[in-house]
């Protein structure tokens, strides 16, 4: 084809596509993730990307609707999923019947917002998603399951200075009432939840300019989301402010429990905080909520947020289906660790050893390479008829941590060249007397940090 | 929401949304494909569902462009991936001065067609493909190794009973021009791809009748890949022809060097043979073909098809970029073997143990629960307040293999009882004294194959 027939080729804007090693490294990351769910017994799910428009828009509205990849084929009018949680609500409503409640699924898929390009802001991008499903009613020890597994699988990806800051929308909820706000409790949630981004001032402002709000209800809220003290001290305050309205005493005698269970579920106190200020801005919350904050960088926001919903799947089924879960916005939380250069680096190679034939006759490289893969070992036999420089230095670019050579003399005595590609030792030996120290070299990395913080 | 205004929940027909038990079956065959690639040292890679139209349309024409999803958002027009190999050109040739040559990726992702809906034909499937490809030329070892991964992951799937069948498209080129049909190549390759379906006289028809075909070339084509015998047979009788045509004879000498190849690679002589008549219809191939029949189910077609080709990314780039691979229709296979209940269901429950608490304090089951997790153990504690016929056949309805109860005197006396949901067995002990039972258990059932035929 001549040049300027060429297409020139490019990737929509807005779309993250990986360069090999940066793709390994998100594969790991994903990889704890499902180990992690299916630790705690969740199944997979895996949903369509595309549904019916009707189906995605029961309940969506505003700006979300604008954001969506809708379009006609034939007669079908199509949308591209923007969230996990109305397909799952979708598939719970139309599969109820076949399912046992608790229902527990975890999906790890791409969703998709139109947004406008900017730069982190993705329009393909995955979540990552678990909900514990009750049919009818599910018990509050699920509230505390969630951090739970927040807590483990940041710690499998090799963070520890985190803080999951839970709240109850029923405290919230009721606080507002008892000042008198009962007809505008999601207008003041939705302000509240932007504290952390505009300040206590700010929201005082958007409270009585915005909401008529008035000045002593508007202060007192922000004070009283910004209460501190250790979980005792905080339900010990909330507790004496408790009578008037029962949502806010359920608030706290729920907020109680679900404290109590994280820590008989073995999350070390400095891991998990009450924090009342925690509002998450989603109208269908109705118990718990979380925020995840990484210490480190609190700028980066809440890496994993959740919370207690009454009802899944209203739009679709008359059956009450109240549920519990937690969201990973993971191609954002990859992209931002990737520019802060926090992503460890040990596992980057595609494979753990390359052998490098010296001869013409490549069966005894071959055969090597086999046994290696017999023991587990990701092995790539370096095939091409190239100077011996080229075959070292592709190991050397590709990061593979053993290069293996198999010259006449190997061959004759049955040994094998074993070259560290890091420390540039080498050692000739059977490929039986190699594996253990390859698989322990293996092993050491895989014990690396995925982050590293 | 009242009855009336309910949206009914359904998935859009051709597209495949499985009950948790098949979806844990589907990841099981999914991760058995990714172990299998990243033991050849293969990079995972992952491309955007959506593209620029004029980057997926670059090369598709007729039928393809038909039935892909197609839309304009703002000013972009837009496509969803109809395959994962143009994906790949376009990503090869933006990144080529990044990658590392040969390249080695594989790809498991949904691609999108919006064909008639029909039992069995899906809309929006995975495809799993595996590609090397080498920066200006690629040795032909490689075309051996792709059989060999072919090989390796469908006995780690379980499977015996199968032939890849292996042809040369040199030799079919060459052999019609032989024919003097030069210049019908591509024509003729089509309608003898189509040989197993209508059979040797449906295809010299359509030869002589669509073509022009004489009747005498059209026999000796019918005859020619109908060709039998062993290997060495064939290429035995190949060479016996051997001597006007460059082409054909090029072909002949690279078949019998892929053939010993994959001998070297460790292959076994029945699963796989030379077989004329694999010609695949996709005029990108331009050597080494592939095909893959089970031999107690033929009449499902090829599973895993492949081939070698002069160059991947013409469109998009000057480089010549020449590759091998191949392709599982994965959504289509699973579908196919579920229906004909060749499934292995030993590992469809979403947790090892469900830990069943007998005691309104769930403390200690938290407690069993973490300690078999540390083990590697997949467990689920079952939190609603329900009675113990219902608890018991959630494990049951869910084909937990194991349940484990905490009563009372297991509390005092710091013990469980486990119950084998199989067997009905039932012991108590400590938890660390029944870990080694439940692993092995595990391990036994992990052992049992994936696909059972």
Redesign the interface.
């Known amino acids: 084809?001549s040049?300027a027939n060429?297409?020139?080729?490019?990737?929509?804007a807005g779309?993250?596509?990986?360069?090999?090693r940066d793709?390994?490294i998100?594969?790991r990351i994903r990889a704890a993730l499902e180990e992690t769910y299916?630790?705690?017994?969740?199944?997979?799910?895996?949903?369509?990307?595309?549904?019916?428009a009707?189906?995605l828009f029961?309940k969506a509205g505003g700006e979300t609707e604008k954001q969506v990849?809708r379009?006609?084929?034939?007669d079908?009018d199509?949308a591209m999923r923007f969230d996990l949680t109305v397909p799952l609500?979708?598939?719970v409503?139309?599969?109820a019947g076949?399912?046992?409640f608790?229902?527990?699924?975890y999906q790890i898929g791409?969703v998709?917002r139109?947004e406008r390009a900017q730069k982190g802001r993705f329009r393909?991008f995955y979540q990552s998603d678990i909900d514990i499903i009750?049919d009818g009613?599910?018990?509050l020890?699920?509230d505390a399951?969630i951090p739970a597994i927040i807590d483990?699988l940041l710690r499998k990806l090799g963070l520890d200075e985190f803080v999951i800051r839970i709240n109850n929308r029923k405290i919230l909820s009721g606080f507002f009432t008892l000042l008198g706000l009962g007809d505008q409790i999601e207008n003041v949630l939705r302000t509240v939840d932007k504290i952390d981004k505009i300040g206590a001032d700010k929201v005082r402002e958007e409270l009585t300019d915005t909401f008529a709000v008035p000045a002593e209800a508007a202060a007192r809220i922000t004070d009283f989301i910004a209460l501190k003290g250790s979980n005792a001290e905080i339900i010990a305050a909330l507790r004496e402010m408790a009578g008037e309205d029962e949502l806010f005493n359920l608030g706290i005698d729920e907020l109680e429990t679900v404290c109590a269970?994280i820590l008989?579920?073995?999350v070390p106190e400095d891991h998990f905080r009450i924090d009342l200020s925690i509002a998450r801005g989603l109208d269908y919350y109705t118990g718990t909520v979380y925020e995840t904050t990484l210490l480190r960088h609190p700028e980066i926001g809440s890496v994993c947020s959740g919370g207690r919903y009454d009802n899944l799947?209203?739009?679709?089924?008359?059956r009450r289906l109240p549920g519990v879960g937690m969201s990973i916005g993971l191609t954002r939380l990859f992209y931002i660790l990737n520019e802060m250069d926090e992503l460890g680096r040990a596992m980057d190679a595609?494979?753990d050893v390359?052998v490098i034939p010296m001869t013409d006759d490549?069966?005894p490289a071959?055969?090597v390479a086999?046994q290696l893969?017999k023991e587990?070992i990701?092995?790539?036999?370096y095939?091409?008829?190239k100077k011996f420089k080229v075959k070292i230095g592709?190991a050397d670019?590709?990061h593979m941590p053993f290069a293996l050579f198999l010259g006449e003399d190997e061959i004759r005595d049955g040994k094998v060249t074993v070259k560290n590609m890091v420390s540039g030792e080498q050692t000739t030996d059977t490929v039986s007397a190699m594996v253990p120290m390859i698989r322990e070299a293996i092993a050491a990395k895989k014990a690396e940090p995925i982050i590293v913080m």
Chains 1, 2 share one sequence.
């Open positions: 084809m040049k060429l297409v020139t080729p490019r990737t929509l779309f993250m596509e990986l360069l090999p793709q390994l998100f594969e299916a630790l705690y017994g969740f199944y997979p799910l895996d949903t369509p990307v595309l549904e019916h009707e189906i029961a990849y379009f006609m084929k034939g079908t199509l609500a979708k598939y409503a139309k599969n076949e399912l046992s608790p229902f527990r699924r791409k998709y139109g393909e009750g009613e599910l018990g020890a699920n399951e483990t269970g008989a579920f073995g799947a209203g739009f679709y089924t008359e595609p494979a390359l490549m069966t071959i055969a086999a893969r587990g990701r092995t790539q036999i095939m091409e008829k592709y670019k590709l």
